[in-house]
């Protein structure tokens, strides 16, 4: 099975891109982030055409979520449990695709808004691993993927590229993040290049991209009995040199059987 996920940056504006992605990679599933629309004005039909169903979870301008997938698959929640229920942020998607559940999420930035914002991140980041939890507490097969927001390590990100106090990379962040794989969580890339940089993400100030100066904030974690299906896991680099590209690019995952 196919599993990818890519935050778009406005899916209006990268349809064509998703859509000839979509051809040559053909993943069963693709979870997509920063849809920056709502679910009415997705466009949905060119996705279709190539026999991808929708799962849409939109917010006007801001955000958004959405899975397309190529197999049969069930929307469990358009919101994270344990959020308050004024939250009106679309952030995450979880869908059962046979034994499977994968969730998708677009985890809050951190960096906007102040001390309050960047609470409002870790405040999403224990009501995601509560939910991990209880689906791990029920013998849940999990993949968890999107836009973590979250540089996980020093190597997650080029020297420069971010200060000390970036909430992508703050402790408190990381620790959240620590927490997941602490569950019993895997880190599939990390599993199959443990060192060195790979990167997923790079700005579109600064010439980032023409220096490599990128970062890896777009992750898969997958469960224990998932973990032992891990064929493959890798950012598709080639998106970003692109004409008008997302500044992130898709991260793929492949499991055995």
Not at 78 to 93: F, N, V
Not at 173 to 199: F, I, K, Q, S
């Amino acid at each position: 099975m196919r599993i990818a996920t890519w935050n778009v940056n406005s899916i209006r504006q990268r349809a064509e891109h998703v859509r000839d992605w979509l051809g040559r990679v053909q993943p069963d599933v693709l979870l997509l982030q920063e849809l920056k629309c709502e679910e009415a004005a997705f466009p949905a039909a060119g996705f279709t055409e190539l026999g991808y169903s929708a799962a849409v979870v939109g917010q006007k301008a801001y955000n958004g979520v959405a899975a397309l997938a190529r197999v049969p698959v069930e929307v469990v929640h358009r919101k994270l449990p344990g959020l308050p229920e004024d939250d009106a942020q679309a952030r995450y998607i979880e869908l059962r695709a046979g034994a499977l559940t994968i969730i998708g999420i677009y985890l809050p930035n951190g960096n906007s808004g102040g001390e309050a914002g960047y609470a409002y991140k870790l405040a999403w980041m224990e009501a995601l691993a509560a939910r991990v939890q209880a689906l791990l507490d029920d013998d849940a097969d999990v993949v968890l993927t999107g836009d973590f927001n979250v540089a996980p390590e020093d190597v997650d990100y080029a020297k420069g590229a971010l200060s000390a106090d970036d909430a992508l990379v703050r402790p408190e962040t990381r620790a959240r993040y620590r927490r997941l794989l602490w569950l019993g969580m895997t880190d599939a890339l990390r599993a199959l290049v443990p060192e060195g940089p790979v990167y997923t993400f790079w700005d579109y100030q600064s010439a980032a991209w023409q220096r490599n100066s990128g970062l890896r904030i777009d992750h898969f974690l997958l469960s224990p009995r998932v973990a032992e299906r891990l064929a493959g896991c890798r950012p598709d680099k080639d998106e970003r040199g692109k004409m008008q590209p997302s500044d992130h690019v898709p991260v793929v995952l492949d499991l055995a059987g």
